[in-house]
Structures are given as structure tokens and as C-alpha cells.
T-cell receptor, first 115, second 108 residues
Framework: DAGVIQSPRHEVTEMGQEVTLRCKPISGHNSLFWYRQTMMRGLELLIY????????DSGMPEDRFSAKMPNASFSTLKIQPSEPRDSAVYFC?????????????FGPGTRLTVL | QKEVEQNSGPLSVPEGAIASLNCTYS??????FFWYRQYSGKSPELIMF????GDKEDGRFTAQLNKASQYVSLLIRDSQPSDSATYLC????????FGQGTELSVKP
């Protein structure tokens, strides 16, 4: 079975550009999570969806970040405009249940570099 | 005080020894506790979870939870070089919060 799929795997962009990260969760999973990982701050939950509905976006750092889940098999995380401090690895994870406390399966991540 | 704290390491143990990884948390209402393993350049993968006080064993791994003292630990018996990775403690108390991770190095 395919795991969580993320694209692109690497993204290099210049400050001020729009960046869109994509995620396809595991089929049948109804919860989806976006994380950001940096050396300084570790792994941080940005937002999570349950049945395509955003449940908790308190981790989204600022208005430049937005996330959508138009259907059960696709989600995007957009940064507009991007800044060098947004450089990080962004992970998408999915879970078979609606409870955050249950196991989450992580995608391979997108390594974002903003110059 | 950070919500979930781990020693950053690196923790170095010889092959075959027991590796002990510790994690403390600040929210007394936390309900669920997880250990994830993350190899360099890879994504985290769940290796253990524990909800109740006491020990939970799975193969060479044992998770220990003490809610009164607000700590959770992971023991790895018969450590192997393939266990060399960063181990992330995650705590759920309304929101899943990860520690910074402990880097483990198992020397042959």
C-alpha cells in the first residue's frame, strides 16, 4: 500500500515567492496533519484536519500560511509570501481515526529552502 | 519550561547494551504518550505508545510511564547499530507536542 505522498520533495525558492506543498494521505484515513521541523524548534504541529475540516490551526505561524483540504485525498499548505525563516522540512501525516492521540503515519517530507 | 523535554544527547551505547531514553512533560492532564524514531533525513515512525502507568513491552523496546512524576521513558535492550537514530517523545493533552529528540548512537 502506498504511504503518505508529498510533493515536491525539495523546493528552493526566493524570498517573496509563493510556495505550495502538496499531500496525499493514506486512502481511508480521515485525519491529516501538517508539521514543520527545524533544528531550533523541533517538530511542530501546524494544522490538522478531520474529515476535510480544519480542527486546530493554532500552530500556523502567521497569516502568510494557509492550508486547505478540498477532498479526502488531497491537501495543500501554501506560504505567500515566503521568507528565509520558513526554511524547514514540512511533513504531512495521516491517521485512520479522528483522534490526534492515535498513531500518525508520516510522509517523506518536503525540504523547503527560501533564499 | 518546555512542554516536552528530552536530553538532546548524543547518547552513545555499545552494541548489546541497554539504551535508556527519558522524557518529561509539563501538562498533568496529558493522556497519551508516544515514541517515534527518526533516521537522519527520514520521516518519524511510531515505535511505541503508552496510555497507562507502568511498563509496556514490545520486542526489544519497553516504554515506561509515570504520570505522578510526569515522565515517560524508552528502554532499548540489546541495542543494535541499526537503532542509531533520533528518538522523539510526543505527548498528547489536547494537542500532540513533540520533544526535541534524543540522538542515539550504538557503537559496534
Amino acid at each position: 500500500d502506498a504511504g503518505v505522498i508529498q510533493s515536491p520533495r525539495h523546493e528552493v525558492t526566493e524570498m517573496g515567492q509563493e510556495v505550495t506543498l502538496r499531500c496525499k494521505p493514506i486512502s481511508g484515513h480521515n485525519s491529516l496533519f501538517w508539521y514543520r521541523q527545524t533544528m531550533m524548534r523541533g517538530l511542530e504541529l501546524l494544522i490538522y484536519f478531520n474529515n476535510n475540516v480544519p480542527i486546530d490551526d493554532s500552530g500556523m505561524p502567521e497569516d502568510r500560511f494557509s492550508a486547505k483540504m478540498p477532498n479526502a485525498s488531497f491537501s495543500t499548505l501554501k506560504i505567500q509570501p515566503s521568507e528565509p525563516r520558513d526554511s524547514a522540512v514540512y511533513f504531512c501525516a495521516s491517521s485512520p481515526t479522528g483522534e490526534v492521540r492515535n498513531e500518525q503515519f508520516f510522509g517523506p517530507g518536503t525540504r523547503l529552502t527560501v533564499l | 519550561q518546555k512542554e516536552v523535554e528530552q536530553n538532546s544527547g548524543p547518547l552513545s551505547v555499545p552494541e548489546g547494551a541497554i539504551a535508556s531514553l527519558n522524557c518529561t512533560y509539563s501538562d498533568r492532564g496529558s493522556q497519551s504518550f508516544f515514541w517515534y524514531r527518526q533516521y537522519s533525513g527520514k520521516s518519524p515512525e511510531l515505535i511505541m505508545f503508552i496510555y497507562s502507568n507502568g511498563d509496556k513491552e514490545d520486542g526489544r523496546f519497553t516504554a515506561q510511564l509515570n504520570k505522578a512524576s510526569q515522565y515517560v521513558s524508552l528502554l532499548i535492550r540489546d541495542s543494535q547499530p541499526s537503532d542509531s537514530a533520533t528518538y522523539l517523545c510526543a505527548v498528547f493533552g489536547g494537542k500532540l507536542i513533540f520533544g526535541q529528540g534524543t540522538e542515539l548512537s550504538v557503537k559496534p
